[in-house]
C-alpha cells in the first residue's frame, strides 16, 4: 500500500503527484473511499462547487480515496491511497488504514512525503527514509533521517504501522524552499524511481522526465533574474559540493524576497506555456 497526502507533508506537491502518477500510468481503479465527514475540520479543507452537465452545480467534498492495481510480472499487487490530510481524529484514522490494510493481506506500507530544505534546484534530489526494517534503508541507499520535531499524518502513520508489526517504510524527497510553493516534478520523479526499487514496479516515466527538465530549466532562468537570489543558489550549490552544515539563518534571503522571485518565476511560466 503506498499512501501520500496533500497539505503539510507534501512541499512542492511531490508526494501527492506521485501517486497520481502511478495511478494514471499503471492504469489503477478506484476502489473504495475513506468517508470525510469523520477527519475533515470543512473549514480548514472546504469542499470545492464544480459545474457538471452545463450548468447543474455539485458538491465535491474533500476525500481520501484507494486505487488497485495489478501490475504484471511484480512481485505483489499496489494499493494505492491519495487526498487531503485529515485534520481531526488522526488515531482514529491511522488505525482505520491499519485494519483495512491487514484485512487486505498488504505485506508493506509505504508513505511518501516531501519537506523544504537548503538546497539547491541543480542538484540530484536526495531522497531520506525511515523502515521497520534498518536492513532495508541499507538496501536501498537512503539517507537515514534524523528529523524530531512536528510531524503530519505521515509520520503517524508510520508509526502505528511499525507498532502494529506490519512492515513500513516512509521515504522523504527534499525540495528547495525558494520554490517552495511551485509544483515539484524533478522531485517526484525521484520519489517514483526509488519507490519503483522498493516494490519492484517499473513505469514508464518518460513524461515526468521532461518536465523535470522543463522545471529545472525554468527555475534557473527566474534565479538568474534576481542577482541576490542568484547569489544565495550559488552558496547553496557549493556547499552541496563540499557537503558542510547548513547554511545558518542570517545568510538566508529574505521572506519578501523569495516571494518576489517567486512571483516572477510564475509570471514567466505562464508565458512560455502560452
Known amino acids: 500500500m503506498i499512501c501520500a497526502f496533500e497539505g503539510w507533508n507534501d512541499a512542492g506537491d511531490a508526494a501527492s503527484a506521485a501517486v497520481s502518477f502511478l495511478i494514471s500510468a499503471l492504469g489503477a481503479e478506484r476502489f ?3 468517508d470525510s465527514e469523520e477527519f475533515f475540520d470543512f473549514q480548514a479543507t472546504r469542499p470545492r462547487i464544480e459545474l457538471t452537465a452545463g450548468m447543474a452545480r455539485e458538491i465535491v467534498w474533500p476525500s481520501i480515496e484507494l486505487f488497485e492495481v495489478r501490475v504484471p510480472r511484480a512481485p505483489r499487487d499496489l494499493l494505492l491511497m491519495q487526498g487531503s490530510e485529515p485534520s481531526m481524529r488522526w488515531r482514529t484514522f491511522v488505525s482505520l488504514v491499519v485494519d483495512l490494510a491487514e484485512a487486505l ?3 508493506m506500507v509505504v508513505t511518501l512525503g516531501a519537506l523544504l530544505a537548503d538546497i539547491p534546484h541543480s542538484r540530484p534530489v536526495a531522497i531520506t527514509g525511515l523502515a521497520s526494517d534498518v536492513t532495508l534503508i541499507e538496501r ?10 512536528p510531524t503530519g499524518i ?6 502505528a504501522c511499525t507498532k502494529a508489526g506490519l512492515p513500513a517504510a516512509s521515504l522523504w524527497a527534499s ?3 525558494y520554490v517552495a510553493a ?3 516534478p524533478k522531485a517526484t520523479l525521484a520519489l517514483v524511481r526509488k519507490l ?3 516494490v ?5 516515466a518518460s513524461e515526468l522526465e521532461q518536465a523535470a527538465i522543463d522545471y529545472e530549466r525554468q527555475v534557473g532562468l527566474a534565479v538568474q533574474s534576481d542577482p541576490d537570489v542568484q547569489a544565495f543558489v550559488e552558496r547553496l550549490e557549493q556547499a552541496a559540493e563540499n557537503e558542510p552544515q547548513a547554511l545558518s539563518a542570517d545568510e538566508l534571503p529574505s521572506g519578501d524576497l523569495i516571494a518576489r522571485d517567486f512571483q516572477r518565476f510564475l509570471r514567466q511560466r505562464g508565458r512560455e506555456s502560452g
Do not use: K, R
Request: aromatic share 2%; hydrophobic share 35%; no cysteine.
Open 154 to 159: 505521515v509520520g503517524v502513520l508510520h508509526s
Open 175 to 177: 525540495v528547495p524552499h
Open 182 to 184: 511551485a509544483p515539484n
Open 200 to 204: 519492484g514496479v517499473s513505469v514508464d
Open 196 to 198: 519503483e526499487s522498493l
Open 140 to 149: 536501498l541507499g537512503l539517507q537515514d533521517s534524523t528529523y524530531e520535531g
Open 105 to 107: 493481506g498488504v505485506q
Open 32 to 34: 473504495a473511499e475513506i
